[in-house]
């Protein structure tokens, strides 16, 4: 990656008396910034950020979020209009390459991802070592990480060509393993993934076919999950993206990289929020419950959370939920789900929270996952499934960013520095002497 960093100022710092000049630099749209590189190595103190709240931690050419216009574009693109004109393969050539494929690249891209999608057939022994009531992710962390023991020849991240054929790869393999995830846990035999279906519509026939008759794809459905996954391919540096980043500053392999951010994105503060959200609904049960449920989310005594609501970097509507809201709604319908009671608490629920001076006042607005996991309910997925879904989604974001990092001429071993609290220097005491 060629640096675009603009140097538009300089900004002085007085630090234990002495002033030191920090380069203050533009991006192409978005807060300027402040390069603190040499702070230490001249002025002799860290600076503290726990939760990265005003630090960037990379430079990047992917995704752009303005979160309090609400604003998501992937390489450029508003992620409304890839929503409604694009699928996900186009997307995930955009997100690895910088631009739209012309037909021809297009055509090449989906061919490598469509004959990448089986497995070694070894490698579906390691499902057998799960417990049948393993919770799908647990399952997805274990086997993605595996793929580094299979596919030898795109460990070397210093070799362009494997680094190209390890993305294809996982983009292409993640369908097949979270399939296998699924069915395993429901006692399903495994579906082996087909050419001539889309990404989409292969991963649905991967997880509902069953070998007693033929499985018919649904293109609403189909096209809805082509959707979800657009929604949810990248989202610049949130906790399971700068995890891979940080695995992979290391040196580690593409896979095991992957692996860590599967295994950040299970928390449900991150990408277990629509499991959350929808064991929410579901919890409030009735319209009637919700006032109860908010004077709860309200009182600073209890720790109760409105899960699809909130947003570290969003302190507006969040531009995909507004595309998610439209999806629920498509995929209800098709179902015939409309009249869903989860639904309609959802949408009692959002309502109110959007008049709330609570809500209103710490600008916390509905989240993708507010309606995501209704839609992914509806469509026929446990919830168990849905942090599956978005792992399956997001990884080609993943991928997209390691490769940056990896081709950064400025990137170093991630080490944060710490501030240090406990106690100082002390000499050792003898059991007896305690
Ligand atoms: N419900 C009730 N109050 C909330 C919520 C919420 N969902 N989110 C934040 N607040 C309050 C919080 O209590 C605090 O209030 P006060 O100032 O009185 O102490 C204030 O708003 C600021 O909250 P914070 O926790 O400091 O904000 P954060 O930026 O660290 O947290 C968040 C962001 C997403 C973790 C949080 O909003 C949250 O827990 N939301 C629910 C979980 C969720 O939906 N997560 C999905 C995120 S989107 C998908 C993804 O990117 O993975």
New binding site residues.
């Given amino acids: 990656m060629q640096t675009k960093l603009r140097t538009k100022a300089s900004a002085t710092l007085t630090v234990n008396n002495k002033q030191i000049e920090l380069p203050v630099y533009e991006g192409a749209v978005g807060p300027d910034v402040l390069d603190i590189r040499k702070l230490y190595g001249e002025g002799g103190v860290f600076t503290y950020d726990p939760?990265y709240q005003s630090t960037a931690s990379a430079e990047s050419q992917i995704t752009y979020i303005d979160g309090d216009e609400g604003v998501l574009l992937y390489r450029g693109y508003p992620i409304d209009q890839l929503a409604e004109q694009s699928n996900f393969i186009e997307v995930c050539y955009l997100l690895l390459h910088g631009e739209l494929p012309d037909a021809e690249q297009y055509k090449t891209f989906e061919k490598a991802i469509t004959h990448h999608t089986m497995l070694h057939a070894q490698f579906d022994r390691f499902f057998e070592g799960f417990r049948r009531d393993a919770h799908p992710m647990a399952v997805m962390v274990g086997t993605v990480g595996a793929l580094a023991a299979f596919y030898h020849d795109s460990t070397d991240i210093d070799d362009s060509y494997q680094r190209m054929v390890a993305s294809h790869r996982m983009i292409a393999k993640m369908p097949t393993i979270a399939g296998r995830a699924f069915k395993y846990t429901i006692g399903q035999p495994f579906v082996s993934p087909r050419n001539e279906l889309d990404y989409a519509s292969n991963f649905l026939r991967m997880c509902f076919a069953v070998p007693a008759e033929d499985y018919v794809v649904n293109p609403v459905l189909a096209r809805a999950l082509d959707v979800f996954m657009i929604l949810h391919a990248d989202?610049e540096q949130?906790a399971s993206t700068s995890t891979v980043r940080l695995a992979g500053s290391s040196g580690a392999n593409p896979f095991a990289c992957i692996a860590s951010g599967i295994a950040c994105l299970w928390g449900?503060?991150?990408?277990g929020?629509n499991e959350?959200?929808l064991k929410m609904l579901d919890d409030i049960g009735d319209v009637k419950n919700i006032p109860d449920f908010i004077k709860r989310?309200k009182d600073?005594g209890d720790d109760v959370?409105?899960?699809?609501?909130?947003?570290?970097v969003y302190k507006n509507y969040?531009p995909r939920a507004k595309v998610m809201q439209k999806l629920c709604h498509a995929v209800l319908k098709e179902v015939g789900a409309e009249n869903d009671p989860m639904l309609k608490v959802a949408m009692e629920l959002e309502k109110i929270a959007l008049n709330d001076e609570y809500f209103v006042n710490?600008k916390?607005y509905p989240?993708?996952?507010f309606y995501s996991g209704i839609t992914l309910k509806a469509m026929g997925f446990p919830t168990s499934m849905f942090t599956v879904l978005f792992a399956v989604a997001r990884t080609v974001g993943w991928i997209a960013q390691w490769a940056e990092m990896i081709e950064d001429p400025s990137q170093k071993i991630g080490r944060p520095r710490q501030i240090y609290t406990g106690a100082p220097r002390r000499d050792f005491v003898a059991m007896d002497k305690r």
């Fill in positions: 939760g989202h949130n449900p503060a991150h990408g929020a959350a959200a989310v600073p959370r409105l899960m699809g609501f909130g947003h570290r969040d710490r916390l989240n993708i996952d």
